[in-house]
């Protein structure tokens, strides 16, 4: 097998695409700040500049067939100018123009009626001043600051402007109440981005210390597990994906994944339908992974990620094709891999950062290696610090019913406790 793809961006994702690149024989080129990042040392060549440097990405598409993307802070417009010149890009621009936004992810599961928590934009609890309304004030070509303005009185002179209405303060709209989860619509990951609200004297030092359009405020869900798929669709149109997990988070990131989730074969089937849903309506051709929520409510889509993910670690050993081999086959035009298990389950647990001072943490990495059945993934970051993602291990597992394989998923992440502590927990 041969064959040239590109990658934009150079961190553990493209790491491990590129060690996955390596095994089907297929080049794999990135565009990445320096030459020092995670993917730099395994990938055919690199072009060095910012991921977001339309030059550079013209460039890496010189060297390959098809382009694809680390993650999903993309600036669309500038990378259009490329697809238009015959670049391919995989995705499309088109089926990730949804997705490079919550508030746009939000936008599109309302639209194809798939659950997902009530939100509103965060602008919504903005309200003008009570018995003020917009027309109220003068009107004057060019309105307050510009020509003919301050407007003039019947004697010739200027009038004063009026002063600003104090803004009222920020009000929820009818059918909400607190707590809400409140979240940057751009920009956020590994617990960035967010924050809980949970009164309004909260509310109004968000909006005093965010702009408000862009975020946004969700409902908080009251749910039993969080849950998370990575399903794929090739540039044929076939679907697959791969188990449903169950995912855990520390501080906002995520801390450990089960595979597979201890749920029924409905919730599964459901998972699977609104994923594959998705995939369809945005004739999207990649990896795109969906993380749920599932309790009293049911299954609801809390985010979409498109690209390979953190949920979907565990692939590299435990099913038959990884999830970045996935990617890998994608891009490069090549049929789908098998998804299944290869083996009862598998835990994944990823390694955050614990100590304030730079580490390379190798006396604890030689001891979870040393563990039966794991192995340990090193990111090979230049700095460390407390809750940073540094790398991951994944443990094997033996059980094939669902409770005895949870309680061997919980007896292994005692093991690696021992050898790795979490990161402090922050305060609320």
Known sequence: MSGSIGVVGGGQLALMLAEAAQRLGVELH?????????????????????????????????????ISFENEWLNLDALAALEAEGVVFVPRLQALQPLVSKRSQRELLDRLQLASPRWIPLEAVLTPPAGLAADSLPQQAGGPGGEGWPPATAEGGT????????????????????????????????????????????????????????????????????LALVACRDRGGNVRAFPLVQTH??????????????VSHAVEARARNMAASLLTALDYAGVLSVEFFYGPAGLQVNELAPRTHNSGHYTIE?????????????????????????????????????????????????????????????????ESSPGRKLGHVTLLLTQQQPEPRQQEAMQRLDQVRAIWPLPPEERP
């Not at 619509?185 to 809980?196: E, N, P, S």
């Open 159 to 226: 009038a004063e402007a009026p002063n600003p209405p104090e803004p009222s303060a920020p009000r929820l709209p009818q059918g909400f109440s607190f707590p809400l989860m409140a979240k940057a619509a751009t920009g956020g990951y590994d617990g960035r981005g967010t924050a809980c609200i949970h009164d309004d004297q909260e509310l109004a030092l968000l909006v005093e210390r965010v702009p408000p359009e862009q975020w946004l405020l969700e409902e908080f869900v009251a749910f039993e597990q969080e």
């Open 30 to 66: 990135v565009q990445t700040p320096l030459a020092t990042d995670p993917a730099a040392a395994l990938a055919t060549s690199v072009v060095q500049a910012p991921i977001d440097d339309v030059a550079g990405t013209r460039a890496l598409a010189a060297l390959c067939q098809a």
């Open 318 to 382: 435990a099913t038959v094709t990884s999830q970045f081999e996935q990617q890998v086959r994608i891009v490069q035009g090549l049929g789908l891999g098998d998804t299944a298990l290869k083996l009862p389950g598998a835990l994944m647990v990823n390694l955050l950062g614990f100590e304030t001072a730079a580490s390379s943490y190798e006396e604890q990495r030689q001891a979870l290696a040393d563990l039966p059945g794991a192995s340990v993934h090193w990111y090979g970051k230049r």
């Open 249 to 262: 988070q520390h501080n906002r990131v995520c801390d450990w994944v089960l595979a597979p989730a201890n």
